[in-house]
């Protein structure tokens, strides 16, 4: 009878425990979860009705252009798309362009890589598993208090084997990680960045903060642009939701005649707003990018892309 109500109990315990687990995990999430809700309630109310919502657009914005230029009724997944989600004859161009992508090549090459073995005969499968890996990251490893980005990894799983570590903004770099972009977005992945625990919640804080504070002699950041500034344009560049800003990485931007990191894309922003841009591999920039992802969350992964 002891040893019944001994096991009884232990089990009970066991119970309580991996309740209070589940429970806690949600609790460090809540806050980001919130704002992460309230986001996509953002959007999708701000493109629901363009010309009823005028004020949240360009404020020289003509009717018709409010009407028939900006697609209206927007939900969550469309955001994935950039500005190409709203502009309607940039989405146009957009669909042509991805009828002959000019990524094809760097998909490849990237598979190359993928399979190359290092000098003592391992390569990447040895680190990730499979391509579609990409899909884990960012994420934070309480093991080393830190969040660690695919970029990070990359480099990690190289130097380990013995082997350089590769430029972080382009190149090698982004040559593989379109071809795990590609496995990821054919195995349908969905952003899937968790916060459960305080180190990680604090990290996503830091994000946020780091987001939403002004810098540089221009006095901008980042939500200035791209969330109240989301429809609006800058000379005859249209604006991006902060939404799904994550989603399409490594890109082939136009202006690079070449395909890039999502590293390369925020450093080029960043300097843009008249501040110094963080290391790619630094603190600050692996919060941001773990704040940005974990508020795309649930969006289908589907880089490689293209933008101007």
């Known amino acids: 009878m002891l040893l019944k109500i001994a096991k009884t109990t232990a089990l009970i315990a066991l119970t309580v425990s991996a309740f209070n687990i589940t429970l806690n995990a949600k609790d460090f999430s809540s806050q980001a979860e919130k704002d992460r809700v309230a986001l996509v309630k953002y959007f999708e109310t701000k493109f629901q009705d363009p010309l009823k919502n005028r004020a949240e657009f360009f404020p020289y914005a003509t009717d018709d252009e409010l009407e028939n230029g900006i697609a209206k009724g927007l939900k969550f997944q469309d955001f994935a798309l950039g500005n190409y989600s709203y502009n309607i004859d940039g989405k146009a161009q957009y ?51 830190q969040v660690v980005t695919l970029t990070q990894a990359v480099n990690e799983c190289l130097t ?54 002004q810098r540089g002699y221009l006095k901008l950041n980042c939500a200035e642009c791209h969330v109240t500034g989301s429809g609006k344009r800058v000379r005859n560049e249209k604006l991006s939701p902060f939404l799904g800003q994550v989603t399409h990485f490594p890109v082939y931007r136009l202006k690079w005649k070449g395909v890039g990191t999502l590293e390369r894309r925020m450093s080029g922003c960043i300097k843009d707003q008249g501040q110094v841009p963080p290391g790619d591999t630094s603190k600050d920039m692996k919060e941001l990018l773990f704040f940005m992802s974990y508020m795309s969350n649930g969006m289908k992964l589907d880089g490689p892309d293209i933008r101007k």
Request: aromatic share 14%.
């Open 95 to 145: 669909e042509d362009l991805r009828e002959m992508p000019p990524y094809d090549y760097d998909i490849d090459a990237g598979e190359v890589l993928w399979n190359k073995a290092f000098a003592n005969g391992k390569s990447f499968s040895t680190c990730f598993g499979t391509p579609d890996a990409l899909s884990k990251y960012p994420y934070f490893d309480d093991a080393r208090n």
């Open 160 to 213: 380990s084997n013995g082997e350089k570590a590769w430029n972080t903004k382009k190149g090698d770099m982004a040559k593989l990680q379109a071809y795990m972009a590609k496995s990821a977005q054919d195995e349908e992945k969905v952003i899937d960045v968790k916060i459960d625990s305080q180190a990680a919640a604090d990290a996503y804080e830091r994000g946020k903060e780091y987001y939403y504070t």
